[in-house]
C-alpha cells in the first residue's frame, strides 16, 4: 500500500479529519514545489513510514505528506502534471465556472462548457485508480474516445436550453428565471457526474485492486471499482451542482436587502460569491468519501474471498 493511502488511513478516518487534510493538501502554493523537492519529500516520507501508524506530530513530516497528498499518485507512484493536481483544481476551473455562468448565446455557451468539462474529464482520468491495466494502449484510447464523448454530450445538454430559449424568443420572467438561475445547477451536477463515470468505466469494467490491512494486494474486484467510481462521481455533482446554485440564492438575498447600492458592482460581488462557495465547497467534496476507500468482504466476489479469511478491504478510490 502506498505511503499516501496508509497516511489516509491513520489520519482520515472521519469527515473533518478528511476536511483539514485537504484544507491544507490543496493550498495553490504547492503547486509551486519542483520535482526534486517532491521526490526529497517521498523519500523522507519512506524513512519516517513507522509514524503513520501514529498521528503525525512533527511539522516537517506533516508538510512532506501534504505535499505527496497533493502532487504524486498512489498508485502510480508517479508526479502528477502541474495542472492537474488537486491544489490547481481551483485556480483552473474558477474562471471557466464565471464565464460559462455570464453566457447569453448557446454557441459561446457550448464552447465555454465543452472547455470546462474538457479539463474536468483530463482531471478525473489522470488522479482516478490506476491499477485497471492502465498501460495498455486499448485501454487509454478507450477511455479518451468515452472522455471526448461525455465532454460533448454534457457542453450540448448545458446549452440546450440557452439554444431553446433563444429560437422559440421565450423572453418571460418566469422562463429567464428558470433557465438561467435555476436549471444551471442540476444540470451542471448531472453532467459532471456523468463526465466521471464514463471516463472511469473501465474500472468497474475491469476491476481495481483491493488490498487488506497490511496493504498487500488481494485481488481485483469490480465491485471495489463501482463504489470507488460512483462516490467520486457523486461527489462532483454535489461539487458543482451546489457550486451553481448557493451563490444564486445568495446573490437573491443580497440584492433583496439592498447591501449592495451600485448595480455595477453586483458583477464583482457574483464573482467573489462564486470564489468563496468553491474554495469551501472543494475540500467538501473532496473529503465526502475517504480517499482509502473500504469493503466489506460480504461485497466482495467470491473468488477474491477464497484466498483469504480478512473482513475489511482497502482501495484507492481516486479523485
Not at 80 to 98: E, Q
Not at 203 to 208: A, S, Y
Request: charged share 20%.
Amino acid at each position: 500500500m502506498d505511503a499516501n493511502l496508509r497516511y489516509w488511513r491513520a489520519e482520515g478516518q472521519s469527515f473533518f479529519q478528511r476536511f483539514r487534510l485537504w484544507a491544507d493538501a490543496l493550498d495553490p502554493l504547492l503547486l509551486l514545489k519542483s520535482s526534486n523537492e517532491i521526490k526529497r519529500t517521498r523519500l523522507l516520507i519512506q524513512i519516517n513510514e513507522k509514524t503513520l501508524s501514529e498521528p503525525i506530530q512533527k511539522n516537517q513530516t506533516k508538510q512532506a505528506f501534504l505535499l505527496s497528498l497533493s502532487s504524486v499518485h498512489p498508485d502510480t507512484d508517479k508526479i502528477i502534471p502541474v495542472l492537474f493536481r488537486p491544489p490547481a483544481f481551483m485556480p483552473v476551473t474558477l474562471p471557466l465556472v464565471i464565464v460559462s455562468s455570464v453566457q447569453h448565446q448557446a454557441k459561446h455557451s457550448f464552447f465555454w462548457q465543452f472547455v470546462f468539462h474538457t479539463y474536468t474529464t483530463a482531471f478525473t482520468l489522470i488522479n482516478g485508480n490506476g491499477t485497471p491495466k492502465a498501460e495498455e494502449y486499448s485501454l487509454q484510447q478507450k477511455q479518451i474516445f468515452l472522455g471526448l464523448g461525455a465532454i460533448s454530450y454534457s457542453a450540448c445538454v448545458g446549452a440546450l436550453p440557452l439554444a431553446f430559449v433563444n429560437r422559440y424568443a421565450l423572453k418571460s420572467p418566469l422562463m429567464q428565471l428558470f433557465v438561467k438561475k435555476l436549471l444551471p445547477a442540476p444540470l451542471l451536477g448531472l453532467t459532471s457526474a456523468f463526465t466521471v463515470a464514463m471516463v472511469r468505466s473501465p474500472e468497474f469494467d475491469n476491476g481495481i485492486e483491493v488490498m487488506d490491512r497490511n496493504g498487500k494486494v488481494i485481488g481485483v474486484s469490480k465491485k471495489a471499482g463501482e463504489k470507488a467510481v460512483m462516490e467520486t462521481a457523486l461527489s462532483r455533482a454535489v461539487l458543482f451542482g451546489t457550486m451553481f446554485f448557493l451563490p444564486e440564492v445568495l446573490m437573491y438575498f443580497v440584492q433583496r436587502a439592498r447591501l449592495v447600492k451600485n448595480p455595477r458592482a453586483l458583477g464583482p460581488v457574483r464573482m467573489f460569491v462564486i470564489m468563496s462557495v468553491l474554495a469551501g465547497m472543494l475540500p467538501v467534496s473532496f473529503s465526502m468519501f475517504p480517499q482509502c476507500g473500504e469493503i466489506k468482504r460480504a461485497d466482495l466476489e467470491p473468488e477474491i474471498l477464497s484466498s483469504t479469511e480478512e473482513i475489511e478491504f482497502f482501495y484507492n478510490r481516486g479523485i
